[in-house]
């Protein structure tokens, strides 16, 4: 449906899944600050574009969700990660970096080794 | 794996949407409070840090309708939504949706049964296996299949291109099975048959070619599935069971399986019998006759990879070589394959042109109804213009807004579809049902299969976007802008366009028919009070072949004189008397040429009449009511010693004699050269149809022309049911074993109504799918002027128009377009009874009361397609439709 999301959707679906597998369980403002902070600028203008992607891996079945309290007892929901969140993080993330080490070794090759 | 998790979680989500609606609410207000909280803190003023928040957050609507396509599948969830609506839209406007439906459900539910039809008639007709290589042999020079047992022997024992041959004859058969001995039409089956047709048993077992041995050695015989269904309650101990087949002792072996009901689709057996036994059953031996073609048809599996070509090559090889054989009996003899079902190309050929054109012309009723309403539809789309342009302004995308308008489309498609289909199977179970004469086991099973549900699906599907396809254009050039501002609307032209010409064509064709199945009616109503030449009423027939119980020769002629005076002696029977062909019931009337006496050469060509003939009783006259114009009847002294005596008709006395006067008394030959004498001249009658016209007859002594075919005439003014007991047990007491057949004349003569009653049926019944396609087309043509008009007639009754001239204005195109559909129908109807004269007795136009039915009929249809546009044009109220502009 919304194709033109997908790449910084996968993106940003990563972040959550690592944000939540280091600070356990999170509210959705809590994981935005989160990334924020990490990635500084690539969330500042839409938060709210988060929802929808938590809302994907939930019903893929990689996060969980229920209403808590927070810090300053406001209602929220909070996220956390399942047990198959954690394997396909731990998949993701080998992807990932497999796919760094791919593009790093090309952008380090220079010409004399092509040849 | 984690799609289809996900796709189903989307699903259920579709369907919960409301409850969750909530949730991302909640927590956008939090996720907001929390930023604020964070700006407070950071020094913010609280407004700015609010703002803050929000702006941070992003486009909060737009947020909410992504997690929403997140969530649940858009597609439905839009289609819910378009469904509700298109239901409101058409709760809202009953009329339409009743036309409409009304509409589709007749041209599917037409096109539908018309494929069953087809479907049973001509693709699937036989419930065999390998049907598609099953062929029956067809005569090269004629469409029929007669063969002799020889012939046939000889086609199967030298081809090279067949698994193997079988033949079957049909017959009619007493079957006496303990209680109320019953005559049955059967299949004469070669022994063989069964294993051709590569069948199995339900039950017990069929007979085998290992099972003849010569002329009446294998008294066995097989049940049909419906016939052992009907006649024997699926009592599955009748294998075994010996009942008698004419008197003779016969063993069934088994049932067929259900859906067979033998080779011919229109012909249904009740038994099968090995054709060795043809003596018994037939009471001649024609197995050794090679001129005796007794044999109904020949048919087979052609071998695997023998194509048609190769197969008729083979046969007439076949046939050349019985020609030079068997000169004196086998001349001209090539082959043709056709398929068995239908009796080879002798009704297969008009059969499949009569269902194609039928076909044909359901479609073009169901193109017709898809043009009527979608007319209709755009009518509709016209009135919604400011409510589809509204939705454009708000930004809704145009594919978005033609998808509303085609679920509206296909629920009503859908809608329509669904009730067509249903009276489709009301009609096709009716049809199967229907056992047109009652003599004869024809009997067409039209069961819906799943081809029938498929093609009802997508002509059901394509009519709905076909009709829902009309509007498009208009929504594509929607410009919002104009609409609102302007409500431009369209004057209606005053040319004439291809629509009108569609509308007047249609009128004409539902008048056409109008007038013809009036007509036909007419001329039915007219044909059952008819000078017939008898008189049916109170008279009941009750027919016996005696052969059937073994009689023949004299025997039979002390049992036709015993059964009538047991029968005279019924208490309240005023006469009786008997014929050997009942005109207009049996069907196969026998004629015979004759010649004038002075004729000595007695060649075909110097024939002087060719005339029905009948062998009666001396009373038979007066049980039917036939009138003697002059002379007598005939005595019991006219027997085979006496001299030949006649009785003819006037018109066989025109013809043979030139006048009624100079035929008393006078001599004629038949073509074996015996002189006739004539005793008396009877009136002229209706013999073998009802359409035909005044015809020879000559009635004959049966003392001096024997049958052993008898029909009983009873006249008696007796309630009918009582006194058919009271003659099937006088019958009883006669002979227990012979099978008699009752029924009161008037009824029997179905069979010679059958034509014009069909005519009319079917007139009708494409009437009253005319009127309705009539309807829709005036209905939707004057709602699309009304809604056009509608700020004009509202202007004009502003200005102080009457209702009569608000009325003329908003629908005198339609009623004129209604006039000259009509006038033409009417005129093309009354061309048109010269061929249905041929079909329907006395079948005339010029007769008031067609003339003004026709009328009738007319202004109705345009009252009932104008009503709810015309109500809509007087209810116009100019003040609110000029504030609204």
């Not at chain 1, 790449?7 to 280091?22: S, W, Y």
């Not at chain 2, 009457?802 to 093309?828: E, F």
């Not at chain 2, 329907?840 to 039915?853: H, K």
Request: glycine fraction near 8%; hydrophobic fraction near 45%.
């Amino acid at each position: 449906m919304k194709q033109k999301t997908d790449v910084p959707q996968g993106t940003l679906a990563l972040m959550v899944l690592k944000t939540l597998d280091v600070l356990g369980s999170l509210h959705g403002y809590g994981i935005a600050r989160r990334i924020e902070q990490i990635s500084g600028d690539l969330l500042a203008v839409n938060q709210g574009t988060l929802y929808p992607v938590l809302l994907k891996l939930e019903q893929e079945g990689v996060i969980a969700s229920e209403w808590g309290a927070s810090e300053n007892n406001r209602r929220a929901r909070f996220y956390r990660l399942t047990k198959e969140g954690r394997k396909q993080l731990q998949l993701e993330t080998q992807d990932w970096e497999q796919t760094a080490a791919i593009i790093g070794r090309f952008f380090a090759a220079k010409a004399e080794d092509l040849s | 794996m984690k799609f289809m998790r996900r796709f189903f979680a989307r699903l259920t989500n579709s369907a919960t949407q409301r409850a969750r609606d909530e949730r991302i609410s909640e927590e956008i207000e939090n996720h907001i409070a929390m930023q604020t909280d964070e700006n407070l803190r950071a020094g913010l003023p609280a407004i700015e840090a609010r703002r803050q928040a929000i702006l941070k957050f992003g486009g909060r609507e737009a947020i909410k309708e992504d997690y929403r396509s997140e969530r649940g599948l858009l597609f439905f969830d839009n289609l819910a939504r378009d469904l509700r609506f298109a239901f409101r839209m058409l709760r809202k406007s009953p009329g339409f949706t009743a036309v409409a439906v009304i509409t589709l459900a007749m041209a599917i539910g037409a096109n539908a049964v018309v494929f069953g039809v087809l479907n049973a008639l001509i693709l699937h007709p036989l419930h065999v296996p390998q049907a598609e290589s099953l062929y029956g042999i067809q005569h090269g020079n004629e469409a029929s299949s007669y063969q002799s047992y020889p012939d046939y022997l000889d086609l199967r024992e030298r081809n090279r291109s067949f698994d193997d041959i079988a033949a079957y004859d049909a017959a009619q058969v007493g079957l006496d099975a303990g209680e109320d001995p019953s005559r049955v039409w059967i299949f004469l089956a070669s022994g063989n048959y069964f294993d051709v047709l590569r069948l199995q048993p339900l039950l017990g077992r069929f007979f085998h070619a290992s099972d003849e041995h010569g002329p009446n050695s294998a008294p066995y015989i097989v049940l049909s599935y419906s016939y052992w269904h009907t006649h024997f309650q699926d009592d599955r101990g009748v294998v075994g069971r010996v009942v008698q087949v004419n008197k003779y002792p016969y063993t069934i072996l088994g049932v067929a399986p259900p859906g067979f009901n033998g080779t011919l689709v229109f012909f249904n057996p009740g038994f099968f019998v090995p054709l060795v036994d043809q003596e018994q059953v037939e009471g001649v031996n024609d197995l050794n006759s090679r001129g005796k073609r007794f044999i109904f048809m020949t048919l087979g599996h052609l071998k695997p990879g023998v194509t048609k070509a190769q197969a008729i090559a083979d046969l007439n090889s076949i046939g050349s070589y019985l020609e030079k054989t068997y000169p004196q009996d086998d001349d001209q003899r090539t082959f043709t394959l056709a398929r068995p079902s239908l009796y080879g190309d002798y009704l297969g050929k008009p059969a499949r042109a009569f269902m194609t054109g039928l076909m044909l012309l359901s479609a073009l009723i169901l193109l017709a109804a898809c043009a009527n309403l979608g007319s209709l539809f755009g009518a509709r789309a016209a009135d919604r213009s400011r409510e589809v342009a509204l939705r454009l302004a708000l930004g809704a995308s145009r594919a978005r807004i033609l998808r509303q308008l085609f679920t509206e489309a296909l629920l009503l498609s859908l809608m329509g579809g669904a009730l067509g289909l249903w009276g489709g199977f009301v009609l096709m179970g009716g049809l199967s049902a229907w056992r047109p004469f009652s003599r004869w086991p024809a009997q067409l099973r039209v069961h819906p299969d799943a081809n029938v549900y498929v093609v009802a699906l997508l002509l059901t599907l394509a009519s709905g976007f076909l009709f829902g396809a009309f509007p498009v254009r208009q929504v594509l050039r929607t410009n919002p802008y104009e609409i609102i501002k302007a409500s431009s609307r369209g004057i209606v032209g005053g040319r004439i366009t291809i629509r009108d010409l569609a509308i007047v064509v249609q009128i004409a064709i539902c008048a056409l028919l109008v007038t013809s199945s009036i007509v036909a009616v007419r001329g039915l109503l007219r044909a059952l009070h008819s000078d017939l030449g008898f008189e049916p009423r109170h008279v009941i027939l009750a027919d016996t072949d005696l052969s059937m119980g073994g009689y023949s020769g004299q025997r039979a002629l002390q049992m036709q004189k015993r059964m009538i005076d047991a029968v005279a002696a019924i208490p309240g029977v005023a006469s009786v008397g008997f014929i050997d062909w009942a005109p207009l019931v049996s069907g196969g009337n026998v004629d015979s040429l004759v010649f004038t006496d002075a004729t000595a050469d007695l060649r075909r060509s110097n024939a002087a009449a060719e005339s029905y003939l009948f062998g009666v009783s001396p009373d038979y006259f007066q049980a039917a009511h036939t009138v003697f114009l002059s002379g007598r009847t005939f005595t019991w002294q006219d027997d085979e010693n006496a001299p030949r005596v006649a009785v003819i008709n006037q018109e066989f006395a025109r013809r043979v004699f030139g006048s009624a006067a100079n035929a008393l008394g006078a001599y004629f030959k038949m073509p074996d050269g015996t002189r006739l004498a004539v005793v008396g001249i009877v009136e002229n009658g209706k013999y073998a149809s009802l359409t035909e016209d005044p015809s020879p007859a000559m009635f004959l002594p049966f003392l001096q022309s024997p049958s052993t075919q008898t029909y009983l005439a009873v006249r008696s003014d007796r309630d009918p049911a009582q006194l058919a007991a009271a003659i099937r047990g006088t019958m009883r007491s006669l002979d227990a074993g012979l099978p008699v057949y009752m029924g009161p004349w008037n009824k029997e003569l179905e069979t010679a109504l059958f034509g014009s009653r069909m005519a009319a049926i079917t007139l009708g019944v494409m009437g009253v799918i005319g009127a309705m396609l009539s309807i829709t087309g005036i209905f939707g043509m004057a709602a699309y002027s009304v809604s056009k008009r509608l700020r004009e007639l509202g202007i004009r009754m502003a200005l102080g128009a009457q209702r009569k001239q608000v009325l003329q204005a908003a629908l005198g195109r339609a009623l004129k377009l209604l006039g000259i559909g009509s006038a033409a129908g009417l005129l093309l109807g009354i061309l048109a009874s010269r061929v249905l004269s041929a079909i329907v007795y006395q079948a005339t136009p010029r007769d008031p009361v067609v003339l003004a039915g026709v009328v009738v009929a007319m202004l109705l249809l345009g009252l009932v397609a104008t009503w709810i546009p015309a109500r809509r044009a007087l209810a116009i109220d100019p003040a609110i439709l000029m504030r609204e502009d």
